[in-house]
Antibody, heavy 117, light 113 residues
């Protein structure tokens, strides 16, 4: 069974940093591109970033480019999202998902990030 | 970025009746070299992550009931639920993956009439 378990969310002040993690199991992690998708409270879905299976290529939405960094450790089957210079508009539930820049077949349950003073 | 626009924003349909949700892209998502439309549909129930229903505009994901179908090409697409069941109450999203960044429609909330 495919499982994606996000962690690392929480309350942070504007300008602060957080590092999200996503632990994967039940599939060949190292063969799959991955992505982060977020959903602000009561709002729709917004693709945030993606990474190739090897980690050699990364892609970002303009809204987070230069502030967020996506990475992966295939030996640990774990995905990361380093978020710096956080803003109120980054408040959302952050999902990790399989698929990279294409359709997302599997999704985690999400981790909530709240940016507020 | 490609803008995805869904209609209607909300929809109420009687149990057993057909539900139709439309999705329009600001540019074609049909890749001529492989004749594939880079369009997916998701279902999101309250408190749950999205679930992939359809990809390549009309290919049903494994395990998705056959009352769900996708159609369309180029810039205009439709998700049809042939006979609405109570468990289909959800928000439905279309997504293009023709260009990076992938972009989603604003969502259509489907309720029981």
């Amino acid at each position: 069974e495919v499982q994606l378990v996000e962690s690392g969310g929480g309350l942070v002040q504007p300008g602060g940093s957080l590092r999200l993690s996503c632990a994967a199991s039940g599939f060949t992690f190292s063969s799959n591109a991955m992505s982060w998708v977020r959903q602000a409270p009561g709002k729709g879905l917004e693709w945030v970033s993606a990474i190739s299976d090897s980690g050699g290529s990364t892609y970002y939405a303009d809204s987070v480019k230069g502030r967020f960094t996506m990475s992966r450790d295939n030996s640990k089957k774990t995905l990361y999202l380093q978020m710096n210079s956080l803003r109120a508009e980054d408040t959302a539930l952050y999902y990790c998902a399989t698929g990279g820049v294409i359709y997302a077949t599997y999704w985690g349950q999400g981790t909530l990030v709240t940016v507020s003073s | 970025d490609i803008v995805m626009t869904q209609s209607p924003d909300s929809l109420a349909v009687s149990l057993g009746e057909r539900a139709t949700i439309n999705c329009k892209s600001s540019q074609s998502v049909l890749y001529n070299s492989n004749d594939k439309n880079y369009l997916a549909w998701y279902q999101q129930k309250p408190g749950q992550p999205p679930k992939l229903l359809i990809y390549w505009a009309s290919t049903r994901e494994s395990g998705v009931p056959d009352r769900f179908s996708g159609s369309g090409s180029g810039t205009d697409f439709t998700l049809t639920i042939s006979s609405l069941q109570a468990e289909d109450v959800a928000v439905y999203y279309c997504q293009q993956y023709y260009n990076t960044p992938p972009t989603f429609g604003q969502g259509t909330k489907l309720e029981i009439k």
